[in-house]
């Protein structure tokens, strides 16, 4: 779990070892890579939430401190809605792709939607909270003028639903119930606005899904002349 600055920087090399590991023994296709980039970019919201956490320590300058604060929201609050339906419309080849259109447009909405809520409509604040488990994590606050509850469900549609939209038996099978079933396990073991935070072991274990679905793609072939 991420509750602390050194536990953000192992699983953010965890996270970027996964998705090397992946080009390094496998040929990943052109409409492959925006899935296979999926590792590095949580590993890269887990180091911007390991710089917040020695930002809370004292040990960044304050525009450092500032600029990891809207890294991370801006990751986990506008990136991952707008970004995994497109990954999946990418991937998918069959006309199944068509169904994911929706979740695109949903997840546009939401993405727009709150990245203007915590950069014009509110001041973003960061926080300090006690999760489900008694320990302490990172609360990135902002206020909704309206549909907060709404806005919580389109996101996780938008987030979640498309993984299910493939004929690639890994990816249905095996991500889409993680990305799922993820959701319920954060909330239980986290605040509202500490849920993000929390979220870092999802990442890992889709990365790790992700790497599977990437064994079972065509081997790397090695010129031996």
């Known amino acids: 779990m991420c509750y602390s600055a050194e536990a ?10 996964s998705g090397l590991a992946m080009r390094r023994f496998k040929i990943i296709e052109k409409h ?20 917040v956490w020695l930002g809370v320590d004292g040990s960044l ?10 890294c991370f929201t801006f990751i986990a609050f ?24 929706p979740l695109q447009v949903a997840g546009l909405f939401v993405g727009l939607y709150l990245l203007w809520c ?15 488990c008694g ?7 902002f206020q909704q003028p309206f549909l907060e509850k709404p806005i919580e469900y389109v996101y996780l549609a938008a987030s979640t639903f ?26 239980y073991m986290a605040s509202a606005y500490t849920f993000p935070s929390v979220w870092c072991l999802v990442a890992a274990i ?4 992700i790497f599977h679905f990437a064994l079972k793609s065509k081997k790397k072939i090695v010129n031996e002349a």
Do not use: D
Not at 8 to 13: I, Y
Not at 84 to 100: D, G, L, T, V
């Open 32 to 51: 492959e890579q925006p899935i296979a980039a999926i590792p590095f970019i949580f590993g890269l919201q887990q180091f911007s939430e390991g710089l």
């Open 8 to 17: 953000s920087f192992v699983v953010s090399a965890g996270l970027i070892g």
């Open 78 to 101: 506008t990136l991952w809605p707008i970004y995994a339906p497109f990954a999946m419309y990418q991937f998918e080849r069959s006309s199944i792709r068509k169904y994911i259109i």
């Open 118 to 132: 915590y950069t014009c409509y509110s001041e973003l604040l960061l926080q300090l909270k006690e999760n489900g």
């Open 206 to 209: 889709v990365s790790i899904g």
């Open 162 to 187: 498309a993984y299910f939209l493939t004929q690639n038996k890994a990816v249905r099978w095996i991500i889409a119930p993680i990305m799922v079933l993820s959701f319920p396990l954060s909330k």
């Open 61 to 70: 300058s304050p525009w450092l401190h500032t600029s990891a604060i809207y």
């Open 135 to 141: 320990h302490l994590s990172l609360s990135y606050v």
